[in-house]
């Protein structure tokens, strides 16, 4: 099993609907996630971090699911500006971050 | 959050020659980190950088092939040594903001290798 784990995508969706991403991870004894926005040739950009109660910024909502090991992205009302590529990031001890292949998004007109 | 400067942000070299990358941050940081991130791939962690030791590479990568400094507790640099095609990615440096959690990064180096 991999470490962390995004299905690529790309999630093709239309403006205004609502999409969502699951990530698993195996280690069980992980305590902080994250998800990073990442745009073509730059660099991840912090997101939002995901809380065990679970968080949200607006349009966006991230979940913790510890029973089933997995974090999840929910973003609603999509814009063509939410276009990206969404990495999963988890910490997996004292500076060992393991980052998901990513999840593409591409919110058509 | 931390502001990191990343430089070059992109350069084409020859095979066979180096490359290196700096990377300045706005406050003093213990570990900096050096990724590379292949075409159509996510993050691999290259190495840690502690100021004052050597860096701590990943299984994979060796200090010969990408030799590291970190002369104080704001600056590092990543070299890339005798470059091969195999080479062409993005490296991004990043430190831990305040808190010891989340990763910021530099805008990252994009390498071609002829």
Do not use: H
Not at chain 1, 78 to 88: E, G, Q, R, V
């Amino acid at each position: 099993r991999k470490e962390v784990e995004q299905d690529p995508g790309p999630f093709n969706v239309p403006e205004g609907a609502t999409v969502a991403f699951n990530c698993t991870y195996s280690n069980s004894a992980s305590q902080s996630f994250f998800w990073y926005r990442q745009d073509c040739r730059k660099e991840p950009k912090l997101l939002m971090s995901v809380y065990s109660s679970g968080n949200e910024d607006g349009r966006f909502t991230a979940q913790l699911n510890r029973a089933s090991q997995y974090i999840s992205l929910l973003i609603r009302d999509s814009k063509l500006s939410d276009s990206a590529t969404y990495l999963c990031v988890v910490n997996w001890g004292t500076y060992k971050y393991i980052f998901g292949t990513g999840t593409r998004l591409k919110v058509l007109a | 959050s931390a502001v990191i400067s990343q430089k070059p942000s992109r350069d084409i070299c020859q095979r066979g020659t180096s490359l290196t990358i700096q990377c300045q941050v706005d406050s003093q940081v213990t570990m900096m980190f050096w990724y590379r991130q292949q075409p159509g791939q996510s993050l691999t962690l290259i190495a840690t950088a502690n100021q004052g030791s050597e860096a701590t590479y990943e299984s994979g990568f060796v200090i010969d092939k990408f030799p590291i400094s970190r002369p104080n507790l704001t600056f590092s640099t990543l070299t890339v040594s005798n470059l091969s095609p195999e080479d062409s990615s993005i490296y991004l440096c990043s430190v831990e903001g305040m808190g010891g959690e989340k990763l910021f990064f530099g805008s990252g180096t994009q390498l071609s290798v002829l």
